[in-house]
């Protein structure tokens, strides 16, 4: 599940995880970006509803980027194992200029498509440019190991989260979605408490993070986005705790984003980004 390798040729594509319940009957700017990112106009979107139990799910989002100016919309229905190694399947995502994951549950994505050929093609992709998406549960699976259930609550604990592989389209990060609405700050933070590599990025709903090829992440949307950096962590007792006990986590620093704001991963160098320049014009 390791990302695939990009070459000095090609640029990544982005990556744009959304905390779900994404704007979709307004000004629509998350969707709107990743279509305009996508090709605008030639843009060419493939929906994959495996997330959801819903049956309309990957029709509602046909007709969203159909209305938002998208050339050719597509919905991959993968529902199946053997679903996610059909050839027509595996042509739309090749021909692809975005790939949008649905919420649901992300354990539906990963047991369904981990390890097939779609999720290799979804990974070769974006290594050569295709842009990848995914809201709530199309977020969480994005990354090359996802929180796959948990317990809400502001304080981390040994117990309240479980962790599972992603699609591993990158190892920089672990996502969260519904953050604020869900009070999910300890679930987080106990991820992180089991291995401080990955930033934690805990997304508020409406709320997207606009990663780059250069790993530069802005933020959009009317939320905020938690971000939490453990690279500096000076001690971590979740090797000793039982499953109910609290951790004791030292040295992680936590930024709070809002729309514009940018977090360099690589750095790991956080900037109020067109905040500031807003700032500086009034």
């Not at 796959?148 to 989260?161: E, T, Y």
């Not at 030292?250 to 956080?270: C, E, P």
Request: glycine fraction near 10%; aromatic fraction near 4%.
């Amino acid at each position: 599940m390791a990302p695939s390798k990009t070459n000095e040729v090609v640029q990544r594509g982005w990556i744009v995880p959304i905390g779900g319940a994404e704007d979709k009957l307004q000004r629509r700017r998350i969707l709107s970006r990743f279509v305009s990112l996508s090709g605008g106009s030639e843009a060419r979107i493939v929906i994959i509803p495996t997330a959801s139990r819903l049956t309309t799910t990957g029709d509602r989002y046909l007709r969203l980027f159909t209305e938002l100016g998208a050339k050719d919309v597509q919905v991959a229905d993968i529902l199946t194992r053997d679903d996610a190694e059909r050839e027509d399947y595996l042509q739309m995502i090749e021909n692809a200029t975005g790939v949008f994951l649905t919420g649901g549950n992300q354990l539906r994505i990963t047991t369904i498509i981990g390890g097939t050929s779609a999720a290799k093609a979804i990974r070769r992709g974006n290594a050569k440019g295709l842009n990848v998406a995914g809201t709530s549960a199309g977020a969480s699976v994005l990354s090359d190991h996802m929180i796959a259930f948990g317990k809400d609550g502001s304080s981390p604990r040994a117990g309240a989260v479980r962790l599972a592989p992603g699609l591993g389209l990158t190892n920089r990060f672990i996502i969260d979605q519904h953050f604020r609405q869900r009070d999910r700050l300890g679930r987080l933070i106990s991820a992180l408490a089991f291995n401080p590599h990955p930033t934690g990025i805990g997304l508020d709903e409406d709320t997207a993070a606009f990663i780059g090829p250069d790993n530069t992440l802005e933020v959009e949307g009317s939320g905020a986005l938690t971000l939490v950096d453990s690279s500096k962590t000076q001690f971590s007792s979740m090797a000793e705790a039982g499953v109910s006990d609290p951790i004791c986590v030292l040295g992680i620093t936590v930024h709070i984003l809002a729309k514009g704001a940018t977090y360099n991963l690589h750095t790991r160098t956080a900037s109020p980004g067109t905040l500031d320049v807003e700032r500086t014009l009034e």
